[in-house]
Each structure stands twice: as structure tokens, then as C-alpha cells.
């Protein structure tokens, strides 16, 4: 059975940078596509940005130029980079393995000053 494990979440100033990181257990990794999803308080959870097994990304509007998806297969990790972090980043932020429909616990993410 997969697992998603995140890591890399924390806080950060406005206009600052963070990692995370989404770890897989289990085999097959390199053939699905993974997502990057979060949920700020009182709101509903949206996709960040999504990676096929063929390394095509896809990213929400509002991440555009900022946010970088990319995927180890190797090392059955998905990754994104957060770059000039926004208050209105703030959120939980969740990986999700389609196909199986498996979900991460999430990993906290601050902007704030």
C-alpha cells in the first residue's frame, strides 16, 4: 500500500523560500501523476500544481512563476519550490497521488513577518 509523507513546511518572512517534500512508499511511483494541493483556514483545498510521470507540470494561476514542481523518481520524492513567498500562501499543504487517490498528512506553511 503507498504512503505520502510531506516534509519542508515551516515559517517564512514575505518574499522568502521553502522546499517540500513528498515521499512515497511502495512501488510504481514513476508511472502516476502527483499533485501538490492546500488548504488555508476557512477555505477549501485547491490544487497548487500537478506533475505527470512524464514530467508535464500544470500550476494554479496565482503560484505561476513562483512555485516549481518537479518529481526524483529514483528517490520516489515529488517536490515543490516556493519562491517569493505571499501572506496569502499560508496553508496546509498536502501531496496527492492520482490514480490510487492517496493523500499525504500535509505540512504546515507560515508567510508572515
Known amino acids: 500500500q503507498v504512503q505520502l509523507v510531506e516534509s519542508g513546511g515551516g515559517l517564512v518572512q514575505p518574499g522568502g523560500s521553502l522546499r517540500l517534500s513528498c515521499a512515497a512508499s511502495g512501488s510504481n511511483f514513476r508511472f502516476y501523476t502527483m499533485g501538490w494541493y492546500r488548504q488555508a483556514p476557512g477555505k477549501q483545498r485547491e490544487l497548487v500544481a500537478s506533475?505527470?510521470?512524464?514530467?508535464?507540470?500544470n500550476y494554479t494561476d496565482s503560484v505561476k512563476g513562483r512555485f516549481t514542481i518537479s518529481r526524483d523518481n529514483t528517490k520516489k520524492t515529488m517536490f515543490l519550490q516556493m519562491n517569493s513567498l505571499k501572506p496569502e500562501d499560508t496553508a496546509v499543504y498536502y501531496c496527492?497521488?492520482?490514480?490510487?487517490?492517496?493523500w499525504g498528512q500535509g505540512t504546515l506553511v507560515t508567510v508572515s513577518s
Open positions: 506533475i505527470t510521470s512524464g514530467r508535464r507540470t
Open positions: 496527492k497521488l492520482y490514480g490510487l487517490e492517496v
